[in-house]
């Protein structure tokens, strides 16, 4: 951002204006004072860096609407000319690390790429990229809505018309190493599962949705620990709330990895994305949700904070900011809706290491 250069170049002007008018008086006597002069120039170039290292880092996540119903259709708008609905706010937001949870992955991230670019353009660089391959989309070979048909969106690992669509993507200002995939996790294998003994898809069912990750942000005053997930939502099935139980399992995956774990997670952590899932109000069995919000490793920026709006349900808090009890936040907020963007809201949350 800038301040480190600025803040040094000004140290050092207003350092050798101070001193000039002695300098010239009695050198021979003054070679201590300059000697002491010296470091203190070197002790305030340090308090720079430090500070610059230290300067927050925003860390945002938002389902907005980078999707589009068929393979290379999201790459076709970010590549024309045509204003893309969604960038004006990740502009506004500045953030430092946004994961965008509906976003269409593609093998050599050329969308992503595209995006980049079209946000280096206008000033925001975000230039470290990461995604996997998501869940979404990925055929199962089974009829798991019981429509008659196999092949549908929803007889996949995870809603998608294709493979790919909807999926994780990571743009960040620093470097970014995935540390862990539960991608590939069976529901069966999560720990306190609540899948059917008679699930449709059964031993071959992946818990996520879209994706699992755990992902290393080395910020300028340490590393980070991004714990993501976009959880499946938990309406649209029938009396054996499937959706439901899913989203419950999907939601709490991180807790459990953290309770169980330590030792593996000793960075601090921010847990991010969308749960699909409100603590208070809507369909899903939101005990999930507050038991997340209550781990007594996080800490909850932005309580009560709405982040989606639904034409017949109103407002929800859905998507999540969750930081490391062992970061300060120094700020929060969630950005107002985009026109044509989706009903869901960017949501950021501005962090420094202890």
Do not use: C
């Amino acid at each position: 951002m800038g301040i480190f250069a600025n803040k040094l170049d000004h140290a050092g002007g207003g350092f050798d204006a101070h001193r000039r008018p002695d300098r010239r008086k009695a050198q021979t006597r003054l070679r201590p004072s300059r000697f002491a002069s010296g470091l203190i120039l070197l002790a305030s170039y340090l308090l720079v860096a430090a500070a610059a290292f230290a300067e927050p880092a925003r860390i945002a996540t938002w389902h907005g609407d980078f999707s589009r119903k068929g393979p290379g259709l999201m790459l076709r708008d970010l590549l024309g000319e045509k204003p893309v609905p969604g960038i004006a706010t990740i502009l506004d937001a500045k953030p430092d690390v946004l994961l965008l949870t509906n976003f269409d992955y593609d093998a050599e991230h050329v969308a992503l790429a595209a995006l980049k670019t079209r946000l280096a353009s206008k000033g925001l660089t975000l230039n470290h990229l990461f995604a996997l391959k998501p869940n979404t989309g990925m055929p199962t070979g089974v009829d798991v809505d019981g429509d008659g048909r196999r092949g549908g969106p929803r007889d996949a690992q995870g809603f998608g018309y294709y493979t790919g669509q909807g999926g994780q993507a990571i743009l960040s200002r620093y470097p970014l190493v995935l540390l862990d995939t539960k991608t590939e996790l069976l529901w069966r294998d999560t720990p306190d599962s609540l899948i059917a003994k008679d699930d449709p898809v059964g031993d071959e069912q992946r818990l996520s949705s879209t994706a699992h990750w755990a992902v290393s942000a080395a910020l300028g005053s340490g590393p980070i620990t991004l714990m993501t997930l976009a959880a499946t939502p938990p309406v649209f099935d029938g009396p054996e709330d499937r959706n439901g139980r899913r989203n419950r399992d999907e939601v709490l995956l991180w807790a459990h990895e953290l309770d169980a774990k330590p030792e593996v997670y000793k960075d601090p952590v921010v847990i991010l994305g969308n749960f699909n899932l409100d603590p208070a109000r809507g369909d899903g069995l939101r005990a999930a949700a507050k038991h997340v919000l209550g781990h007594p490793r996080l800490q909850d920026p932005l309580p009560n904070a709405p982040t989606v709006k639904w034409e017949r349900v109103g407002e929800m808090r859905v998507s999540y900011v969750l930081p490391d009890r062992s970061l300060s936040v120094t700020d929060a907020g969630v950005m107002p809706p985009e026109p044509n963007a989706g009903p869901h809201r960017l949501v950021w949350v501005d962090l420094e290491l202890h």
